[in-house]
């Protein structure tokens, strides 16, 4: 059975940063990423990192956001910094395998201007 336990998140000022973390089980996961939901808005790719490590990100994080992924630990990271007000959303871990997709709970993350 797989599960995504996701940590980090919480409140920070402009310009501060937050740290994310999911660990996965269960399952070989070929992409894992990070993907967020605003109020009233559609759920967004943040970033997705391949089990070799390639990443690809969204135009409106590139150069302040980092992911990264440990396979021993089935954990991948989200670094962010620089964060702005728009950041602001919920934050959900993804995880795929070859024939399914798989979710976290999801982390809130509120930026404050």
């Known amino acids: 059975q797989v599960h995504l336990v996701e940590s980090g998140g919480g409140l920070v000022q402009a310009g501060g940063s937050l740290r994310l973390s999911c660990v996965a089980s269960g399952s070989f996961f070929s992409e894992m990423g990070w993907y967020r939901q605003a109020p009233g808005k559609e759920r967004e790719l943040v970033a997705r990192?391949?089990?070799?490590?390639?990443?690809n990100y969204a135009s409106s994080v590139k150069g302040r956001f980092t992911i990264s992924r440990d396979n021993a630990k089935d954990t991948v990271i989200l670094q962010m910094n620089s964060l702005k007000p728009e950041d602001t959303a919920v934050y959900y871990c993804?995880?795929?395998?070859?024939?399914?997709?798989?979710w976290g709970q999801g982390t809130q993350v509120t930026v404050s201007s």
């Open positions: 993804n995880a795929e395998t070859f024939i399914n997709v798989y």
């Open positions: 990192i391949t089990s070799t490590g390639i990443p």
